[in-house]
């Protein structure tokens, strides 16, 4: 073969493998994200994508709002869960307002519960806290419990942000003849530990060894309760006896529809020992020495202001009413002038003419009597 020759076919073959080479990139070699194929079709890695691998994938998280496959079958994965834009750059979720997340696959909580409660998922909600009744439950299985969040807020504070103020309540002053709560606690043990939950707030630990002047101290702990008598029915000391003894709690300051104590117990008195409530105003309870005692449901009412003045939230004040000759102040909860900070005391004397309003009730309801309270429209 001619050197002519030679040189000719050395040509062709440099073409056909720079056509070849021609034919197989790809757009920016794929940014060195993937690998280019025979098509010049560029296959990204797993965190890239986009025709030249440019782009970043952004975090997927179960959907928000998403078409059903099936029966109650839906949330499937999405970018950024549907609540956010993803930023292709850098592979972030520009989140719309009120979601938190690196997929915005939470809902947060609005201005951090202001310093006054606890921002929590509803898993965690059910895991840290009881319900009102002490119930404790668990939600962990839903496909929302640990996206949506909110606040629990602290005992004194209200409201979705924890914004707003409880103001005191009290019992009104132109209703009588109304008792107390008293709740009953039974326990038969000699030895262990016990706590009583009070609208899911735990007691200190009570042992089995501990007088009433203990008990009325791990009871007023809580946060919800002020003030509560402690009587034995058995004057031996102790609050746990083998012997019934039974324990009467009354509720001094908290008054209207209180809900159950609820007792959580130790290991040790879990398996030798009883603790035992009543609470309904029917059952009752018998001890050693053939006394029976009954529970009793409180009949006072727990109003806002005690009926008789109006909450400002900002500060959690009652501004008790002061109208047509009739004024009212901070009672001691039983009618008398105290420092509950209720307006559940009659300042201009014993007797009442009106309901509350500069025009009765506002104008906006019916004063019923001999209470003077108003029955609103």
């Known amino acids: 073969m001619s050197k002519r020759m030679n040189m000719i076919i050395f040509f062709i073959l440099i073409f056909l493998i720079q056509f070849s080479y ?3 990139s790809c757009p920016n070699n794929c940014n060195g994200h993937g690998t280019c194929d025979e ?10 994508w986009g025709p030249d691998c440019s782009y970043r994938v952004c975090p997927k998280g179960p959907a928000w709002n998403d078409f059903a496959t099936s ?4 949330h499937h994965l999405a970018t950024c ?17 009120g979601f938190v997340g690196a997929a915005c ?10 310093g006054y409660g606890k921002c929590l998922t509803m898993s965690d909600l059910a895991k840290y806290t009881r319900d009102l009744k002490s119930n404790s439950y668990t ?9 949506i969040k909110g606040c629990t807020c602290d005992p004194e504070f209200y409201g979705y942000d924890c914004s707003l103020r409880n103001c005191p309540d009290g019992d009104d002053p132109l209703t009588t003849g109304q008792v107390n709560t008293i709740q009953l606690v039974r326990c038969i043990a000699n030895t262990g530990s016990f706590v009583l939950y009070y609208k899911g707030y735990p007691s200190r630990t009570i042992y089995a060894n501990d007088d009433a002047s203990t008990v009325k101290a791990a009871l007023e702990a809580i946060p919800f309760i002020t003030s509560v008598s402690i009587t034995f029915s ?20 908290q008054f209207g529809e209180l809900p159950p104590l609820v007792p959580l117990m130790d290991s040790d008195m879990s398996v030798n020992g009883r603790v035992t409530i009543a609470a309904d105003g029917v059952t009752s309870f018998t001890d050693v020495s053939g006394n029976i005692v009954v529970s009793q449901l409180g009949t006072k009412e727990a109003d806002v202001c005690a009926n008789r003045g109006v909450c400002a939230t900002v500060d959690g004040l009652c501004l008790c009413f002061a109208t047509n000759g009739d004024s009212y102040g901070s009672s001691n909860g039983y009618g008398g002038p105290g420092t509950r900070g209720d ?4 300042t201009s004397g014993d007797t009442v003419s009106t309901c509350p309003g500069g025009i009765e009730c506002s104008g906006h309801g019916v004063c019923v009597t001999p209470e003077y309270r108003c029955t609103c429209s």
Do not use: P
Request: aromatic fraction near 10%.
């Open 139 to 147: 939600y962990d299985t839903v496909w929302d419990a640990h996206k």
């Open 234 to 253: 058995q004057n031996l000391g102790t609050v746990c006896q083998t012997d019934t003894n039974i324990v009467s709690v009354e509720f001094l300051d």
């Open 22 to 24: 021609l034919l197989s």
């Open 71 to 74: 029966t109650d079958t839906a």
């Open 81 to 97: 869960s549907n609540r956010g834009l993803c930023e292709k750059t850098t592979g972030t979720c520009l989140c719309m307002e």
């Open 343 to 346: 307006c559940g005391y009659i």
């Open 39 to 48: 098509f010049s079709r560029c296959t990204c890695t797993k965190q890239y």
């Open 105 to 114: 696959e939470r809902l947060d909580c609005y201005s951090s519960c202001g």
